[in-house]
């Protein structure tokens, strides 16, 4: 059999064309690049990312970031921030969102509804607007304390008791790992006990008590190695302390809300997507309304609902860049000084995207993760 | 088979169509860059052959100034829908000058980053809207800065009743400021300087910085003086009005302000900033727009120099291609620097400014007008 010319051989023209296609898209991409830098430089607009190692000449409130350290360290302190907010903020949103969503299945009516008010007046109010509200209308009406107790809620800082670590906590730590292999080994053998003779193990009693017994015994012969320090009022502010800035307490406050709202309606559609016969299947075996939610309903609707969630995540990284509506200096703020400062605009907010994209590949990165741990194994 | 063919080529259609609009795009740009080029060439033409501008305002007999209209006191937009303030009575004065008419100005309000691409394009002749003259802006805006007619600074404001009296006192304060280009940077220098510890909380926008500072959230408020002049003096009732704000006496950076015209334009540059120092230089003088008429009949040869009266037969021209009594006219048109002064900013207005660096040097100020002659 013979093979047609090349020209009209389909194996050949495929290759061909794709290779076209791909040489098309490369000649693309380097041609905007290329244009790019070369009309800024035309310009006279630096390209180089020199300026990261330029001082910064500004400060950044909340931090001991100094005036002389460079514009690189600046984003890097800015990019700490987002960090935090977002670490905290999808944990409590998570939380605050499963309670929800099982809250807006719930057979009491109240419950039920109340949830479902909750659900809907914050999803559908822009994130912003939320913002604005606890940042300008709550907190900052807060009173400007004046005598700093164990928790400080004014308009000047958020504050709680810290633990402090003094000598000996090495001693304790001993201990405390000796009290939990203690505590382990009680709970196997209650369990096995249980098994063996069905007398009640109660091995959570067991193993909580023994732990604590070991844990005060430690604390106290290892000299009382953990202190508290309580927040201090100084002239302007406070110290000591677990601080928070009420820009910080505004936009987490806002976003957990906010988000916690959307994670709501996933788990409630999760929930409902379990097959319902696992629900009467748990019913039929006796088990209360709570242990059909903790170990039927829950497990399986977890499993639904880690791909939307993933995203929800993803979106409340995104929103913390609206700190700079109240001067959060998160890292987007932290590079718009910055661009105010003469730092190239071009150059910046490639390396803000570049950021932001960094956070959001790592989340998906972890969730899809999670996400293949969780799926069911021999299924296709 | 023959549809899977259709559709590979259709796809190495669209790159090709990619690689075609690529390549048109490129032309396009370069064309682009070449009419600037071409365009910034024209724009400087008229420089070289002197005067253009200059005949161009004459010819079309109106005036067209860039100005600021949200900034109390130096160029803002009434209830009445009309101009007024500092910057205001400057291009009323620049018309005066060149014109004989105070009326003939049409404003344009600018923003801050449109003022220098529509001064360069030639959207307007002049620019005067609170714009530092610095090395860069002059270097790198295809801008020329004329006579500054205000010398403003970074300064501080705090609470009527605060103990707060200069920066030593802030030592370890959060001082709020609107971000912008040279604020955060002159904060931190001067506390730097004095060795002093501050949190800064540099806000975007006017509004949220406002509800922050009223409550307290910060001991102090950063910015230009005039601004925080114009802000004080709009400070709501409810809050307790003007009378709750204090500005503290000190002045943390320099920002000279004043007009500014594209560069190239010579004859023009040239009047409008023997207009500004006509204002100055008839303070000076003590000429008033009260008392201009008598002052057209002064012994002083200066003064009659200055005012364009015949001296010696002939009225003095010193060839700025401006009436003779160009002078005479902008006063009697707006009055001397320090009435336009008073009637906008000064301490009886809303926004109190002392003279300060303002007065004349004979008063200690920093305003020194060239001689007339």
């Not at chain 2, 604020?183 to 406002?210: G, H, I, K, V, Y």
């Amino acid at each position: 059999m013979s093979r047609p010319a090349p020209w009209r051989d389909v194996r050949v023209l495929r290759i061909a064309f794709q290779a076209a296609f791909l040489v098309a898209v490369v000649a693309f991409v380097l041609w905007i690049v290329d244009n790019t830098v070369g009309n800024l430089e035309r310009r006279g607009i630096r390209t180089s990312f020199d300026f990261l190692d330029q001082p910064a000449g500004f400060r950044i409130p909340g931090s001991d970031f100094r005036t002389s350290q460079s514009i690189g360290d600046a984003i890097l302190v800015g990019v700490e921030t987002t960090m935090k907010v977002s670490a905290i903020g999808i944990v409590l949103a998570f939380l605050l969102g499963v309670f929800v969503g099982v809250a807006r299945l719930s057979p009491n009516w109240l419950v039920r509804r109340a949830a479902a008010l909750y659900v809907e007046s914050l999803r559908n109010v822009p994130v912003l607007a939320i913002i604005f509200f606890w940042y300008l209308a709550v907190i900052l009406r807060l009173p400007t304390v004046e005598v700093a107790g164990l928790f400080v809620f004014s308009n000047r800082a958020f504050a709680v008791p810290d633990l402090t670590l003094e000598d000996g906590i090495e001693l304790f730590g001993i201990a405390a790992l000796v009290g939990l292999v203690a505590a382990a080994v009680v709970w196997r053998w209650r369990t096995r006990r249980f098994d063996a003779t069905g007398e009640p193990h109660h091995r959570v009693l067991w193993g909580a008590g023994l732990l604590a017994a070991v844990l005060t015994v430690g604390f106290f012969a290892a000299g009382r190695p953990i202190g508290l320090d309580t927040p201090e009022r100084l002239r302007f502010g406070f110290a000591g302390g677990l601080r928070m800035s009420p820009e910080f307490a505004g936009l987490l406050i806002a976003l957990v809300l906010y988000t916690a709202s959307h994670i709501a309606e996933v788990v409630r559609g999760s929930i409902l997507a379990v097959q319902k016969g696992q629900g009467e299947a748990a019913d039929a075996l006796g088990l209360s309304p709570f242990q059909r939610l903790r170990f039927v309903v829950l497990p399986q609707a977890f499993r639904i609902m880690i791909p939307p969630l993933a995203n929800h995540f993803l979106n409340l990284v995104k929103n913390s860049s609206l700190g700079v509506a109240i001067a959060l200096p998160e890292v987007t703020r932290v590079v718009r000084i910055a661009i105010s400062q003469r730092a190239p605009a071009p150059q910046s907010i490639v390396m803000l995207m570049g950021i932001y994209l960094v956070f959001s590949l790592s989340i998906a990165l972890v969730t899809n993760l999670v996400n293949r741990r969780l799926q069911l194994k021999g299924r296709t | 088979m023959r549809s899977t063919l259709i559709r590979q080529l259709a796809i190495a259609l669209i790159g090709v169509v990619f690689v075609a609009s690529g390549c048109n795009l490129g032309g396009d740009d370069d064309d682009d860059g070449g009419e600037a080029g071409g365009e910034t060439q024209t724009q400087t033409q008229p420089g070289q052959t002197g005067g253009d501008l200059l005949q161009t305002v004459t010819s079309r007999g109106r005036l067209i100034c860039g100005v600021n209209d949200a900034v109390p006191g130096f160029g803002f937009v009434t209830e009445g829908g009309d101009f007024e303030g500092f910057d205001i009575d400057y291009c009323r004065a620049v018309a005066a000058g060149i014109l004989g008419d105070p009326e003939a100005v049409d404003f344009r309000p600018l923003t801050a980053e449109q003022r220098f691409t529509a001064l360069q394009a030639g959207e307007v002749d002049v620019l005067i809207r609170n714009t530092t003259w610095t090395s860069s802006r002059d270097g790198s805006e295809g801008a020329r800065f004329l006579t500054t007619t205000f010398y403003d600074g970074q300064g501080m404001m705090v609470q009527a009743d605060s103990e707060f009296q200069e920066l030593e006192d802030l030592d370890g304060a959060t001082i709020c400021v609107l971000s912008g280009t040279t604020t955060e940077l002159n904060l931190a220098a001067q506390f730097e300087a004095r060795n002093l510890d501050f949190e800064p909380l540099s806000f975007e926008d006017n509004d949220p910085l406002q509800q922050a500072f009223q409550q307290g959230r910060c001991e102090a408020w950063s910015s230009d003086l005039s601004q925080l002049a114009g802000i004080r003096s709009n400070w709501p009732d409810g809050e307790g009005g003007p009378e709750a704000l204090r500005i503290l006496d000190v002045t943390m950076s320099k920002e000279p302000l004043g007009p500014v015209v594209a560069d190239g334009q010579e004859d023009f540059a040239d009047a409008v900033n023997w207009i500004v120092i006509a204002t100055i230089q008839a303070e000076e003088f003590g000429i008033t727009s009260e008392n201009i008429d008598e002052q057209l009949n002064s012994e002083d040869p200066e003064v009659q120099r200055f005012l364009g009266q015949p001296v010696e037969g002939e009225p003095f021209d010193p060839g700025l291609n401006l009436d003779a009594e160009f002078a005479a006219n902008v006063v009697r048109a707006v009055g001397n620097y320090g009435e336009i002064f008073e009637r906008n900013v000064g301490p009886d207005t809303g926004l109190g400014l002392e003279r300060g660096l303002n007065a004349l040097w004979t008063e200690g100020g920093l305003h020194y007008p060239p001689p007339y002659r």
